[in-house]
T-cell receptor
């Protein structure tokens, strides 16, 4: 069975550009999570959805970040405009229900120059 | 906010050695999880603990959920080269509305002794 799929795996962009990260959760999972990983702050939850509805976005750093889940099999995390401090690895994870085990995707390594 | 203190930050292992790492928190969690992350990959779940005092094994890995619900440890027995990587603890809150929030430790990096 396919795990969580993320694209792109690597993204290099210039400051000020819009960046869109994509995630396809495991089929049948109702909850989807976006995390950011940096050396300084470790793994941080940005936002999570349950049944396509955002439940907690308190981890989203600022208004430049937005996330959507238009259907059960697709989610996007958008940064507009991007800044060098947004450089990090962004992970998507999904679980059957909110409290259940979260399975992580391979991540997108974002570099903003 | 909730924070986890994971130690040690890094350690070197020689094949065959036992390894121990732990996490402590100022808050109570109702679930403790241990993940391993290899370079270029996402974290993979190793062990999940759901009850205070619970001791669970997965092959050479053993983890325990502390009685106070504020700590957990992970032991690896007879380490092998493929054990290298970064190990993360994570706690899941019992607070309604926050049950999806996993709080992660900063990780313990396991390397092979030169």
């Amino acid at each position: 069975d396919a795990g969580v799929i993320q694209s792109p795996r690597h993204e290099v962009t210039e400051m000020g550009q819009e960046v869109t990260l994509r995630c396809k959760p495991i089929s049948g999972h109702n909850s989807l999570f976006w995390y950011r990983q940096t050396m300084m702050r470790g793994l941080e939850l940005l936002i999570y959805f349950n049944n396509n509805v955002p439940i907690d976005d308190s981890g989203m750093p600022e208004d430049r970040f937005s996330a959507k889940m238009p259907n059960a099999s697709f989610s996007t995390l958008k940064i507009q405009p991007s800044e060098p401090r947004d450089s990090a690895v962004y992970f998507c994870a999904s679980s059957f229900e909110v409290k259940d085990t979260q399975y992580f995707g391979p991540g997108t390594r974002l570099t903003v120059l | 906010g909730q924070q986890l203190n994971q130690s040690p930050q890094s350690m070197f292992i020689q094949e065959g050695e036992d390894v121990s790492m732990n996490c402590t928190s100022s808050s109570i969690f109702n679930t403790w999880l241990w993940y391993k992350q290899d370079p270029g990959e996402g974290p993979v779940l190793l062990i999940a603990l759901y009850k205070a005092g619970e001791l669970t094994s997965n092959g050479r890995l053993t983890a325990q959920f502390g009685i106070t619900r504020k700590d957990s440890f992970l032991n690896i027995s007879a380490s092998i080269p493929s054990d290298v990587g970064i190990y993360f603890c994570a706690g899941q809150s019992e607070i309604r509305g926050s049950q999806g929030n996993l709080i992660f430790g900063k990780g313990t990096k396991l390397s092979v002794k030169p």
